[in-house]
């Protein structure tokens, strides 16, 4: 059997890093095994966006790379279906597995249909509800071509019920990124929190350090200070992450997100803010980036790597986020996780469900409120059905049994 996988985006690398683990250990135990190709669209091609994740997760290098890179969303699903359609037709996949919600899932699931080849979706089901959403759209085209789904959670089955999707089509796995996290957990946990703030600091943001970083150990209690914040030892700090068009696009929301974020958060503690590229532009662009490069206690950071980011999330007192990934990481470490959305598709991950997140939207008096709130907070961690690190291994499991 031949089946071809894709990538397109950040999001999908520690979803797919499993699912490869999962093939050729299958291809250890069964003859004949699954022959595997990893397309990757090239949406995201930075060095820290994607080869630092390749890297990182040991993701063998794609077969196929469509090169397709940024655009607009037209221009990256039509270019990236007719790129796809070649691909398909040359190699004549049985099945093409699709991760996630981002734009190279819907415009590889629209050309493997067309193609009349068999299609799988991993992390099926998932709705916010919210049609202004990009995610939301492709969830929604993918999960309507796709014969197999498969799905993170209980919530994500009964969503495709009532859509009307067979019963036969649908097959709980649990989440796949849970299978990353428990897997690199304890590589995470050996990395030096201060080497991991030094490392990704940003140029802009660390030109006023002056005389550059000092590191200090008092009492066994490491801190790392640059004369403009200092992270380390009791006091904790907050990691911030967003990068959502309706969060960065518009300066009439934006703004006053970062007011609250320099004048409020980091009054409060260090905020430790590792930035999207899309992010970085609109900020420039509105005006707002001396701001957030002059406030005091703001430390700003490229782009991280998967593990730096998981070490940052276990350490910190609090996640702001609007990231549907770092929801559920933070639902498992226990982080209490703030969550810039009015919506989420993944329900699982609130706190009324168990979870550790609440949603704020950004709107700044709820925001400010339920900051407040969490300062008071322990850790909570939390483990929904089949978020057992196995996901990958039933997810082939689902598809060779077709
Ligand atoms: C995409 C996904 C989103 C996911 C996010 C994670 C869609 C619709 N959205 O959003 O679901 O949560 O990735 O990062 O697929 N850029 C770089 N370097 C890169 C990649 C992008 O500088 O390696 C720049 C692009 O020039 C572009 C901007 O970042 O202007 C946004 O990239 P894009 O791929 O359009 O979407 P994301 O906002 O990253």
């Not at 699912?19 to 990757?40: S, T």
């Not at 992390?123 to 085209?141: F, K, Q, Y």
């Not at 989420?344 to 704020?360: C, D, I, N």
């Amino acid at each position: 059997m031949k089946v071809m996988s894709v990538v397109g985006a950040r999001p999908n690398f520690m979803k797919i890093a499993p699912f490869i683990r999962a093939v050729e250990a299958y291809n250890q135990e069964n003859e004949p095994g699954i022959a595997h190709i990893l397309v990757h669209t090239g949406q995201h091609y930075d060095d820290r966006m994607n080869r630092a994740f390749f890297e990182a997760l040991d993701i063998p290098d794609a077969d196929i790379n469509l090169g397709i890179g940024s655009g607009s969303h037209a221009e990256q699903v039509g270019q990236t279906m007719i790129a796809f359609e070649k691909v398909v037709q040359e190699e004549k996949p049985d099945w093409v597995v699709v991760v996630g919600d981002v734009n190279a899932t819907c415009a590889c699931s629209i050309t493997a249909k067309k193609e009349l080849v068999r299609l799988a979706h991993i992390e099926a089901g998932l709705r916010s509800r919210d049609m202004s959403m990009p995610e939301e759209i492709n969830r929604l085209v993918t999960d309507r071509l796709a014969d197999l789904l498969l799905t993170p959670d209980r919530l994500s089955g009964e969503n495709l019920r009532s859509e009307g999707v067979p019963e036969e089509r649908i097959c709980f796995v649990g989440n796949i990124m849970i299978d990353t996290l428990e897997a690199q957990r304890g590589k995470a946990e050996g990395l030096e929190l201060g080497g991991v703030i030094e490392g990704y600091l940003h140029e802009d943001g660390s030109r006023w350090s002056g005389d550059g970083i000092q590191w200090s150990v008092v009492g066994g209690q490491w801190s790392v200070d640059s004369g403009r914040w200092a992270v380390g030892g009791d006091e904790g700090f907050a990691v911030m992450t967003m990068h959502r068009p309706s969060n960065v696009d518009f300066p009439d929301v934006l703004g006053p997100l970062v007011d609250f974020l320099c004048d409020e958060v980091c009054g409060e503690m260090p905020l430790v803010w590792p930035i999207h590229p899309r992010t970085e532009g609109n900020l420039k662009k509105f005006g707002l980036w001396q701001k957030v490069v002059g406030t005091k206690n703001m430390v700003l950071l490229n782009p991280v790597g998967y593990h730096e980011m998981l070490r940052l999330n276990m350490a910190a007192r609090v996640m702001l986020t609007d990231s549907g990934g770092l929801q559920e990481e933070c639902c498992v470490l226990g982080t209490p996780c703030l969550t810039l959305r009015w919506n989420t598709e993944r329900p699982v991950t609130l706190k009324e469900h168990g979870g550790a997140s609440v949603l704020v939207g950004n709107e700044i008096g709820r925001l400010r409120k339920a900051f407040r709130q969490t300062l008071n907070e322990e850790r909570r961690p939390a483990r929904p059905e089949l978020w057992d690190g196995r996901t990958a291994e039933r997810c082939v499991q689902a598809i060779c049994g077709r």
